[in-house]
């Protein structure tokens, strides 16, 4: 891995945190509660980052590329152990202590940053085993019907009135995640049924019995049902919070990726997405920066993916803009509006095509 890839292993640095507050358990509610600060250290870093607008290095010989699928499992490896630490630490102090709720956060952060952002790349992989670990990792939010709803269906329909995942202009936050998170499972479960051959599939039809999303939700109750034999009910719901953090940050992601774009075309162009130049967000969060190549390009691994002049801008990278959406989001439409009016996108294509 060359120098300047190095800048890739600031992805660990989410974790680091979460890592800290688990492996020094049990704390003090006055320490627990300071580790909460940790989100916005990454806020801050984000704000005081550099701009990353420099071309992806190329690959110099077939296999190259190999530090950056291990840095994938490595944070694979990091999420699962952060999270079987912390299930055993609600299990060993209860739903009465500080670890228990500060835990849930710190250790749900990291689910949204590093197990959802890392399962999201690896379920565009060709691989069937990097596709089965992300199915793994989103299992652990009990979200695995992401794989299905996003790659068959949020790829296809992405600036669509039929895609759940779009957030729509002058959407807020909460309006968009109580319409998003039941939309994209009844996709799913579409997309699933309509491969085995009908959309329409009773629940009690056999065929059923092949879909992924069937699948993945079998999973997800023998993991739930595993830790509630295993560890107990304050495990079973320490392990729902964690989810619940992680879908919630997912979704507000997912919020001010295409918030208020229409595509225009029949297929998907690098004006469908929002970028950001932040340094940051490009190194810390597995390519997210570059979300625009991403929807052109979905098999492109994360440390090739190019800087898009032409795609609108977020005014900053990924930490800050989740914090916008949720604690100003008043402030995160004007702001977006501006954007769009600029580049002519969203609402006011229409406009300027009426010229």
């Not at 199915?135 to 949020?154: D, K, N």
């Not at 009773?202 to 092949?210: F, I, K, N, P, S």
Request: proline share 5%; charged share 20%; aromatic share 10%.
């Amino acid at each position: 891995m060359r120098v300047p890839a190095l800048r890739h292993l600031l992805s660990l640095l989410p974790p680091a945190m979460p890592a800290v507050f688990v492996a020094t358990a049990p704390h003090r509610w006055g320490v627990a509660l300071a580790m909460l600060s940790s989100p916005f250290l990454l806020v801050g870093m984000d704000l005081l980052s550099g701009r990353a607008r420099s071309a992806p290095e190329a690959s110099s010989r077939e296999g190259s590329d190999w530090p950056f699928d291990v840095l994938l499992v490595a944070h694979a490896a990091i999420h699962f152990a952060l999270l079987a630490g912390y299930l055993r630490l609600a299990q060993r102090e209860g739903a009465g202590s500080a670890d228990f709720w500060v835990g849930a956060v710190l250790v749900g952060h990291n689910a949204g940053w590093s197990a959802i952002i890392v399962g999201h790349e690896l379920i565009h992989r060709r691989s069937q085993g990097f596709q089965l670990l992300g199915r793994a990792l989103l299992c652990t939010a009990f979200y695995e019907h992401f794989a299905t709803e996003h790659v068959r269906g949020h790829h296809v329909r992405v600036g669509t009135g039929d895609d759940p995942a779009t957030a729509r202009f002058g959407e807020t936050l909460w309006a968009f995640k109580w319409r998003t998170i039941p939309g994209q499972f009844r996709s799913a479960w579409r997309i699933e049924c309509r491969r085995l051959g009908d959309e329409r599939m009773r629940l009690w039809d056999a065929r059923l019995l092949r879909s992924r999303v069937v699948h993945g939700v079998a999973a997800e109750l023998a993991l739930g049902l595993g830790t509630l034999i295993c560890l107990g009910p304050a495990a079973l719901v320490a392990l729902a919070l964690q989810a619940w953090q992680a879908i919630n940050l997912l979704e507000t992601v997912n919020y001010f990726e295409h918030w208020g774009l229409s595509r225009a075309h029949r297929r998907v162009s690098v004006l469908d997405s929002w970028d950001t130049n932040s340094e940051f967000t490009r190194y810390a969060l597995i390519g997210l920066a570059r979300h625009a190549d991403h929807h052109t390009h979905p098999a492109r691994p994360y440390q090739t993916l190019r800087h898009i002049e032409e795609s609108p801008k977020l005014p900053h990278g990924y930490p800050p803009m989740v914090l916008m959406a949720d604690m100003w989001n008043s402030r995160f439409q004007r702001v977006m509006t501006d954007e769009l009016r600029r580049r002519r996108l969203g609402p006011f294509a229409v406009e300027a095509s009426a010229e």
